[in-house]
C-alpha cells in the first residue's frame, strides 16, 4: 500500500505488467495441417494414404516436442478422415467387382453365344485370307486378317479392332490364335481357342475350333480335337483333366501330315 502525499489516503499499488523473457506460443505442426488438407481429400486414395502417414508423422513429432508444438487435433482429424477414405475405397471397389461378377455371370449363355458367333466369324475370315494369299496360306497373326489395304499385310476382312488385337477380348471371352506353320512353308493349318475371363463367371466352357470347321466345346482348359462338337454330349470332361494341360490346343497337322 502506499499513502496519498497530498491527503495521507492509503492507495494500492499499481500493477505493472512484466512480460516472460524467452516465452512464444507454440507452433502449429505442418504435417497435421498437410494430413488434414489430404484427408479432407479423401476421394482419392492415394490422398488418404497421405492423411494417415502424415498424421502418424505430425503426432510423433508433437509427441517428442513435449509442449512446444500444436496440431495435435489436426493430425487426429486427418487420421480420421484418411482411414475413412481407404475403408470407402475399399467397400467401392468391392462393390464394382460384385455388380460386374454379377452381370457377366447373368449373361452366361449370351457370352457363350457370342463366343461361338466370333470364333465362325474368325474362321470365314481366315478362309478368305488363305484363298487370297494362296502362297501364304492363313495368316502367322491375326493382326492381318484387320484394317488394312486389302492385301496379305491387311486383308480388311475384320473391321473390329479389338478382334485382331495381340490378345483379343469380346464378351467376356478371350481369344487365342495359333497357326501350324510358320516361315517360308505355306501355314496349312490353325487353332481357335476361346477361353472365359473368369471360368463360372464370365462363361462355362471353353471353344475350340481348327481349320476343319468343326467346333469343340469343354467345361476344363484343356479343350481340343478329342472334345465333343458343340451341340453333342460327349465323354465326361473329367477324361480331359487327367491330360496334360495345353496337349490338345496345340494344331494338329502341318504341311505334308497324313
Same mark, same amino acid.
Given at each position: 500500500m502506499e499513502t496519498c $502525499?497530498?491527503?495521507?489516503? @492509503?492507495? $494500492?499499488?499499481?500493477?505493472?505488467? +512484466? !512480460?516472460?523473457? %524467452?516465452?512464444?506460443? /507454440?507452433?502449429t505442426s505442418n504435417k497435421a495441417i498437410a494430413s488434414l488438407v489430404c484427408g479432407v481429400l479423401f476421394?482419392? !486414395?492415394? @490422398?488418404?494414404?497421405?492423411?494417415?502417414?502424415?498424421? &502418424?508423422?505430425a503426432l510423433v513429432d508433437i509427441k517428442r516436442a513435449a509442449g512446444k508444438m500444436a496440431g495435435k487435433g489436426l493430425a487426429i482429424a486427418g487420421l480420421v478422415l484418411?482411414?475413412?477414405?481407404? %475403408? #470407402?475405397?475399399? #467397400?467401392?471397389? !468391392?462393390? +464394382?467387382?460384385?455388380?460386374?461378377?454379377?452381370?457377366?455371370? &447373368? =449373361?452366361l449363355p449370351a457370352n457363350e453365344t457370342a463366343a461361338i458367333v466370333t470364333?465362325?466369324?474368325?474362321?470365314a475370315a481366315l478362309e478368305q485370307y488363305a484363298?487370297?494369299? =494362296? @502362297?501364304?496360306?492363313?495368316? !502367322?497373326?491375326?493382326?492381318? #486378317?484387320g484394317p488394312g489395304r486389302g492385301d496379305c499385310a491387311g486383308a480388311n476382312l475384320i473391321h473390329d479392332r479389338r478382334l485382331v488385337a495381340a490378345a483379343p477380348v469380346a464378351k467376356g471371352y478371350t481369344f487365342e490364335y495359333r497357326p501350324?506353320?510358320?516361315g517360308t512353308d505355306r501355314v496349312s493349318v490353325f487353332v481357335l481357342v476361346a477361353r472365359p475371363l473368369i471360368p463360372g463367371s464370365t462363361g462355362k466352357r471353353f471353344f475350340y475350333l481348327d481349320e476343319s470347321g468343326v467346333m469343340?466345346?469343354?467345361?476344363?482348359?484343356? +479343350?481340343?480335337?478329342?472334345? $465333343?462338337?458343340?451341340?453333342?454330349?460327349?465323354?465326361?470332361? =473329367?477324361?480331359?483333366? =487327367?491330360? /496334360? @494341360? %495345353?496337349?490338345?490346343?496345340?494344331? &494338329?497337322g502341318q504341311e505334308g501330315d497324313p
Open positions: $502525499p497530498y491527503c495521507g489516503a @492509503a492507495q $494500492p499499488v499499481r500493477q505493472t505488467a +512484466v !512480460a516472460l523473457q %524467452g516465452w512464444q506460443a /507454440p507452433g476421394i482419392c !486414395a492415394p @490422398a488418404s494414404i497421405a492423411a494417415i502417414v502424415l498424421g &502418424h508423422l484418411g482411414y475413412s477414405g481407404i %475403408g #470407402l475405397t475399399v #467397400l467401392y471397389f !468391392a462393390f +464394382v467387382f460384385f455388380l460386374v461378377r454379377n452381370t457377366f455371370s &447373368h =449373361d470364333l465362325k466369324n474368325y474362321e484363298k487370297k494369299c =494362296d @502362297a501364304q496360306g492363313y495368316p !502367322a497373326t491375326l493382326s492381318r #486378317l501350324g506353320v510358320n469343340r466345346a469343354a467345361y476344363s482348359q484343356n +479343350v481340343g480335337p478329342n472334345s $465333343p462338337p458343340v451341340g453333342t454330349s460327349g465323354p465326361n470332361d =473329367d477324361e480331359e483333366q =487327367d491330360k /496334360p @494341360a %495345353g496337349s490338345q490346343n496345340e494344331p &494338329h
